[in-house]
């Protein structure tokens, strides 16, 4: 048996708003990762099932390793499709929030979706939302917001509800927001939704490499490169650090998701609890990402000195500058949390 983590006035309200739409459209967060892209897929695909005019609108383009995803060529990026992507946002009758809560997560589109009247249904696993949702499904406990999808299409349409195609969608927000169940993964529920998603028919070692096993020779060359020489440790605090340059990203012709992971791999180092990753994805503008293990929260890191926010052990945010401010910054942050670096 699932728990129910859902209450059943959340799901039937939200149920009501999908019966009372026809035209549906579903957004995830800017820079989308595999928990953005599965969720909102899962959800079209259920919606479309339903007959509903269902379409996933996200701020800019995902990557490459998602791109088999079922539908995934449906997806609408504001960024590079503006003028299709307003048509869509502006005739919805409603308008889901997934993997975000707050609309500054969407970027420049978040001010276009400000303007718009139509309802805001949120389900998340991020802390703290917003307000000015109309139904929320905010659950930080879920592994993950496909965890969550899981939960809403099942609770409304049962078990059979659920294709293969969904299925596989969910799995893969699953898996990559859990690294590989790796953490955030001790619920046991999340092996029963598992379980029905085998029963669905998805190959969960076939999706695995197709997620996974699917890297350029480049980014093979840019983690050796980053392990080798971008890799700096601070042992009184911990901690990790790696710095990428726009300069040195253009060397490996780093695309859009080649440093995927790679804030991962310092914590694999005996005594590591704390990592961060710097990259300058545009000339003044560092891209952050910042793990940690155990309790320490580098989601307070990421809002004290990064701008941004995140969870617990899974963070990010930006800094306007130049590589060495953010240095700084990281150092600064080391030396508040020092104390809850090493205890
Ligand atoms: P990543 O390092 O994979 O880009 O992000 C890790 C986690 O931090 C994700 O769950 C993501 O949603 C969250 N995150 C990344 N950047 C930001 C940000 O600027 N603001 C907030 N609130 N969360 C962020
Ligand atoms: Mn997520």
């Not at 026809?22 to 099932?49: C, Q, W, Y």
């Not at 590079?80 to 992507?85: C, I, L, S, T, Y």
Request: aromatic content about 10%; some cysteine; hydrophobic content about 40%.
């Amino acid at each position: 048996m699932i728990d129910h983590i859902i209450s059943a006035g959340t799901v039937e309200a939200i149920k009501k708003y999908i019966q009372d739409s026809e035209r549906v459209v579903i957004m995830a967060h800017r820079n989308p990762d595999g928990d953005a892209v599965g969720s909102t897929t899962a959800l079209m695909l259920f919606l479309k099932s339903l007959g509903k005019d269902a379409h996933v609108v996200i701020p800019n383009a995902f990557p490459d390793f998602l791109k088999w995803l079922p539908q995934a060529e449906e997806i609408v990026s504001y960024e590079d499709n503006k003028e299709q992507a307003q048509a869509l946002l502006g005739s919805a009758d409603i308008l889901f929030c997934l993997d975000f809560n707050a609309l500054s997560r969407l970027a420049e589109m978040g001010g276009y979706v400000a303007s718009l009247s139509a309802p805001r249904i949120l389900v998340d696993h991020h802390p703290f939302p917003e307000e000015g949702f109309v139904q929320s499904v905010s659950e930080p406990q879920a592994c993950s917001t496909a965890e969550l999808v899981f939960r809403l299409i099942y609770r409304i349409g049962g078990l059979q509800a659920i294709t293969r195609d969904m299925a596989e969608c969910i799995y893969t927000g699953m898996m990559t927001d859990t690294g590989c169940f790796a953490y955030a993964s001790n619920r046991k529920d999340i092996y029963i939704i598992i379980s029905h998603l085998i029963a669905a028919g998805i190959d969960k070692d076939i999706i695995y490499r197709k997620v996974f096993y699917n890297y350029t020779l480049n980014r093979l060359k840019l983690s050796g490169f980053v392990m080798y020489d971008k890799l700096k440790l601070y042992p009184n605090s911990n901690a990790a650090l790696i710095t990428l340059t726009y300069k040195e990203m253009r060397r490996f012709c780093a695309a859009k998701g080649d440093t995927e992971g790679l804030v991962n791999m310092p914590l694999q180092i005996k005594g590591v609890r704390f990592s961060c990753f710097l990259r300058e994805e545009v000339p003044g503008k560092i891209n952050v990402s910042l793990r940690s293990v155990d309790d320490f929260p580098c989601n307070k890191v990421a809002a004290e000195f990064f701008g941004g926010g995140g969870h617990l052990n899974a963070s990010g945010g930006e800094v306007y500058g130049t590589m060495e401010y953010a240095v700084e910054r990281f150092k600064a942050a080391l030396v508040k949390y020092k104390e809850l670096l090493t205890q």
